[in-house]
């Protein structure tokens, strides 16, 4: 197949739209195979490309890949990993105080702060790290 990531790795590729239950249809990045009974199995976790929203304290979502945040007073985020490759945007929408993201496993930074609606964050999730490429977060 043209433009496959995997080939010669003996992992297949497969790049197809997913209807939701919700009636929109989104594209998908994921590992999949099939079942002996033709079934697609996610064997990873999936990353669509639409957006999460997170309203006060909690754990940013990786499964999209921009995260909306609205603070409500002094917030304590968290980032699990996520899968090799993966892309994330954070972005503050609403300030109502100081936003502190802590990443499981950060690479050169402890904590993310959003302070202001517009501070935001691009990271990239690579050799068992979020890698902070960019943004106006406050980095600590």
């Given at each position: 197949?043209?433009?496959?990531p995997?080939?010669?790795?003996?992992?297949?590729?497969?790049?197809?739209?997913?209807?939701?239950?919700?009636?929109a249809?989104?594209?998908?990045?994921?590992?999949?195979?099939?079942?002996?009974?033709?079934?697609?199995?996610?064997?990873?976790?999936v990353v669509?490309?639409s957006?999460s929203s997170?309203?006060?304290?909690?754990?940013?979502?990786?499964?999209?890949?921009?995260?909306?945040?609205?603070?409500?007073?002094a917030?304590?985020?968290?980032?699990?990993?996520?899968?090799?490759?993966?892309?994330?945007?954070?972005?503050?929408?609403?300030?109502?105080?100081?936003?502190?993201?802590?990443?499981?496993?950060?690479?050169g930074?402890?904590?993310?702060?959003?302070?202001?609606?517009?501070?935001?964050?691009?990271l990239?999730?690579?050799?068992?790290t979020?890698?902070?490429?960019?943004?106006?977060?406050?980095?600590?």
């Amino acid at each position: 197949m043209a433009g496959n990531p995997f080939a010669g790795s003996g992992r297949r590729y497969f790049r197809s739209k997913v209807k939701a239950e919700l009636g929109a249809d989104f594209p998908i990045t994921g590992d999949m195979t099939t079942d002996t009974a033709g079934n697609v199995v996610v064997t990873v976790p999936v990353v669509t490309s639409s957006t999460s929203s997170l309203s006060g304290a909690g754990a940013v979502p990786i499964t999209h890949s921009i995260c909306e945040v609205t603070t409500t007073g002094a917030d304590a985020l968290t980032l699990a990993d996520g899968v090799e490759g993966q892309n994330l945007v954070v972005t503050m929408i609403v300030d109502g105080g100081a936003g502190t993201l802590t990443p499981a496993n950060p690479a050169g930074f402890a904590t993310l702060t959003f302070d202001d609606v517009g501070d935001s964050a691009q990271l990239l999730f690579t050799n068992g790290t979020w890698v902070l490429l960019g943004g106006l977060a406050t980095v600590a």
